[in-house]
């Protein structure tokens, strides 16, 4: 689970990469329709294009695939259902979906999503802000983004692969979680060392793509039945993604060049992180 999850979430750090080369590339067009809106323009639609494919290529249950033989359904309905207590067909179980609510594991961790997301849409959306504070103009700025996300992505493969094969997810996300705080405590630290500071946007890109890939993984596996999984997952993305809303706002122009209070706050979130991932596989999901 941990691995493919790393697949799918990898991509995302992936595309932060290609977001770079293409904010760069953009930034050098000379067109009538402004830089952003042609970025948009690029970056869009390929989404939408691969969205309408998935509406007819995407099954939606290993049941009703017709790509599938009959041996091969029954063994892709095993897997999805190994070590949970599965529904049997497409119903939804209400008792289930009652538990789902009451179930406190799902809201805390929804806060520790949420903590992890303010993080990602920061570094997300200002990771060139804090690069042109290294003496890069806003373009380089741009291009020096894509060894981040790439190293991020590699990471984010690697923790979740070890972390399956020992599986164990606490102790992976209590690392991961160190490393992201270390970055942050060295742009907080270290001011006239610029290759120190770069390297503590690795850090960060690094810790954070990876934490969030292992608690999704590790919370979608973890909740049981589909039905509980479909009301419970669902309520744990709501909570977290609302970080991302705050995440946005934490750069202010008035904070920079070296953003004094992001760097003490997004540290302490990092730390409280680590602990509540310390013990928490007994804690949340035993």
Not at 100 to 128: E, H, M, Q, T
Request: proline content about 4%.
């Amino acid at each position: 689970m941990g691995l493919r999850m790393a697949y799918w979430f990898g991509f995302a750090a992936v595309a932060g990469a290609f977001g770079g080369l293409l904010a760069f590339g953009v930034q050098h067009i000379e067109s009538s329709v402004a830089n952003w809106r042609l970025l948009f323009i690029i970056e869009g639609i390929p989404a939408v294009l691969l969205g309408v494919l998935t509406l007819f290529f995407l099954p939606n249950r290993p049941e009703s695939t017709t790509y599938l033989t009959e041996r091969e359904r029954a063994l892709a309905v095993e897997r999805m259902n190994r070590a949970t207590s599965g529904d049997t067909g497409a119903v939804i179980n209400r008792a289930h979906v009652v538990l789902a609510f009451k179930d406190w594991r799902i809201y805390v961790a929804g806060v520790i999503y949420f903590g992890l997301n303010c993080a990602l849409a920061s570094i997300s959306a200002f990771l060139p802000t804090i690069l042109t504070t290294l003496g890069y103009s806003n373009a380089r700025a741009q291009l020096f983004t894509v060894p981040p996300y790439a190293v991020a992505a590699v990471v984010l493969v690697m923790f979740s692969f070890s972390s399956d094969r020992l599986q164990s997810r606490g102790y992976f996300m209590t690392a991961s979680c160190a490393i992201g705080g270390i970055g942050y405590l060295l742009l907080l630290t270290v001011h006239e060392n610029n290759h120190a500071r770069y390297f503590a946007t690795f850090c960060i890109t690094s810790g954070t793509y990876t934490t969030i890939g292992l608690i999704i993984a590790w919370f979608a596996h973890n909740l049981g039945s589909e039905t509980k999984k479909a009301t419970g997952i669902p309520m744990f993305m709501a909570i977290g993604q609302c970080g991302s809303v705050l995440g946005s706002h934490i750069y202010p122009k008035t904070e920079g060049p070296t953003y004094t209070r992001m760097c003490l706050g997004i540290p302490r979130c990092h730390l409280l992180l680590v602990a509540k991932c310390k013990n928490p596989i007994k804690l949340l999901f035993s």
